[in-house]
């Protein structure tokens, strides 16, 4: 499964950036999907994730309310739409999924995850 993801970019803080993470196989709601971020010097962290089913989507609490996490079935898809964005939101974007059911106390745990894509940048700055 490869997941190539794009749509990173220089923005300025109080802007938005959609970013796109294509799956090669499969259905994306058949996967639990998230995005991470890691910033440099720094771990990395949740940004979003969900299993699909039941709707619900974890948001990490710093993105939370600005963040959203959608997906085309179409295209085959995950976008995270990213609003008001902040100089602490640079960082290089992951896109990850694995085949578990992941629970929503999991979604965290980056060995969960099976397929990771290939990291797109973002910075915010002024």
């Known amino acids: 499964v490869q997941l190539v993801e794009s749509g990173g970019g220089l923005v300025q803080p109080g802007a938005s950036l959609r970013l796109s993470c294509v799956v090669s196989e499969g259905t994306f709601r058949s996967y639990t999907m998230g995005w991470f971020r890691q910033a440099p010097g720094k771990e990395r962290e949740i940004v979003a994730a969900?299993?699909?089913?039941?709707?619900?989507?974890y948001y990490g609490t710093s993105v939370k309310g600005r963040f959203i996490m959608t997906g085309d079935n179409a295209k085959n898809t995950v976008y995270l739409q990213m609003n008001s964005l902040k100089p602490e939101d640079t960082a290089v974007y992951y896109c990850?999924?694995?085949?578990?059911?992941?629970?929503?106390?999991?979604?965290?745990?980056?060995?969960?995850?099976?397929?990771w894509g290939q990291g797109t940048q973002v910075t915010v700055t002024s």
């Open positions: 969900t299993r699909w089913t039941g709707g619900n989507i």
């Open positions: 990850a999924a694995t085949h578990r059911r992941l629970i929503t106390s999991s979604y965290s745990l980056r060995d969960q995850y099976d397929y």
